[in-house]
């Protein structure tokens, strides 16, 4: 039986960069793929990047030349993600399926058993499957992975589901020429931001074409004449649709159930989550869980954090764990894109705070309108006791650059009066803040 270092079960961005980091100190590394399409991980191959490059293309090329950049690109990126660890003599990329034996085997289905001094659980999430009848069933039904591959723009799409996915596809696929319809089971969009966001959100979207059924549920597909049929209730009433596809957006859910964790010491929650302590470890000490497979926040850069703490709990000072990471930021990429970090205005309310709320739109920013991109707004909450800043919203294009400065001066303690007369570049959208901060009363 084979003995290895470190056993890294998952291609991920966690994963991946523990299994050069253990390589680097002359261990030696198993790093275990059930697909070489998932080199690299759900990012590359299925999540960030294609999407990312589908939504940069739409009105720069037809839908069916994007899909082809699109795959052009993640086969790249795929490639260099397996040479990357494939340059290493001491470690062996293993393709199949890993089970645990026991709390120091692991089993490649119909291959061997290894066995390792720490096993790293880098599995990832996949897309839910909502309870829907006939949803197994029936022909063009897609998730977000599976629709990115369809060569054909289906004329009409529906999305179940309002959230974060489901939007940033409502927005990209309505620009490529999609009539698109969301099912949303809320009285409106993405509850846990603040209603004036959501509906600026709304707003915005519907003026790109996209139609919302809010209190929506669905309750049976079915196909006719290679169209997809929709039965669903709206405030009680009972309605019927066709489509030319359906994509499930209905959130994600850990990759547990192939693990063979009943086998170890490993507890998972109700969700099928990896429970771990503040520095990644199972119930059994020399397992760790990295990344979407443990829940929380699903960002490849939180897996990527997750990295650094397992290597500083193994190598460094054992400083760093989940509870100091820090204000942590997130972008949806609509257009424009949508990114937020802190607190909303009504989660501070919740919490006690006496605060300051400033608001601008978008279209007072000089390089929004050069852009010709005047939509949006920008948003920050403050304590009105310590000046600092508690969460902060831009809605506006290149927001998901803004907002890691935002989180860097939330970070380091700074108050909103140090952004609002920081000086930056002109024209530029980053400007935009000095305008937001000093609009605090």
Not at 382 to 402: A, F, H, P, W, Y
């Amino acid at each position: 039986m084979k003995h290895y270092d470190a056993i890294i079960i998952g291609f991920g961005k966690g994963g991946k960069t523990l299994a050069i980091e253990f390589a680097k100190r002359g261990k030696k590394v198993a790093m275990i793929e059930k697909s070489q399409e998932m080199y690299g991980g759900t990012c590359i191959n299925e999540g960030c990047i294609p999407s990312k490059s589908l939504i940069v293309q739409a009105h720069q090329k037809t839908y069916q030349e994007a899909i082809l950049q699109k795959e052009k690109l993640v086969h790249q990126l795929r490639k260099k993600n397996y040479d990357k660890l494939n340059q290493f003599d001491n470690i062996d990329i293993i393709d199949g399926t890993a089970r645990f034996v026991n709390d120091h085997q692991v089993e490649i289905i119909d291959q061997e058993t290894i066995e390792g001094d720490y096993i790293f659980i880098n599995t990832g999430s996949t897309p839910i499957v909502p309870h829907i009848k006939g949803i197994n069933e029936t022909n063009h039904i897609y998730n977000s992975a599976t629709m990115m591959k369809e060569e054909k723009l289906p004329q009409h799409l529906a999305i179940i589901g309002g959230g974060y996915i489901g939007l940033e596809f409502a927005s990209m696929y309505a620009r490529y020429g999609s009539k698109v319809t969301v099912f949303e089971y809320n009285e409106r969009l993405v509850m846990r931001e603040d209603e004036d966001i959501a509906l600026e959100i709304q707003h915005i979207l519907e003026n790109q074409g996209v139609q919302f059924k809010f209190s929506s549920r669905v309750q049976e597909v079915s196909n006719q004449n290679e169209k997809v049929i929709i039965q669903y209730s709206q405030n009680d009433v009972g309605y019927i649709d066709h489509f030319d596809a359906v994509l499930l957006a209905a959130g994600r859910i850990a990759n547990t159930d192939e693990l063979g964790l009943e086998n170890t010491g490993v507890k998972v929650d109700q969700r099928g989550q990896v429970i771990v302590n503040e520095y990644l470890q199972t119930d059994v000490p020399h397992i760790y869980a990295m990344g979407d497979v443990k829940g929380g926040l699903q960002f490849t850069y939180i897996s990527l954090d997750d990295y650094r703490i397992v290597k500083d709990h193994l190598f460094g000072k054992q400083e760093r764990t989940i509870n100091n990471r820090g204000y942590i930021p997130y972008s949806v990429f609509i257009s424009p894109t949508f990114s937020r970090v802190g607190l909303s205005e009504q989660e501070a309310l919740q919490q006690g705070y006496e605060i300051k709320v400033a608001k601008i739109p978008t279209a007072s920013i000089p390089r929004a309108n050069v852009d010709g991109k005047p939509e949006g707004i920008l948003k920050a909450i403050i304590d009105k006791n310590t000046n600092q800043i508690l969460g902060c919203v831009l809605l506006c294009e290149r927001s998901e650059e803004m907002i890691n400065f935002v989180e860097l001066a939330m970070n380091q303690n700074l108050t909103y009066q140090d952004v609002a007369n920081h000086i930056f570049t002109h024209p530029s959208m980053s400007e935009a803040l000095n305008d937001l901060f000093n609009a605090v009363q």
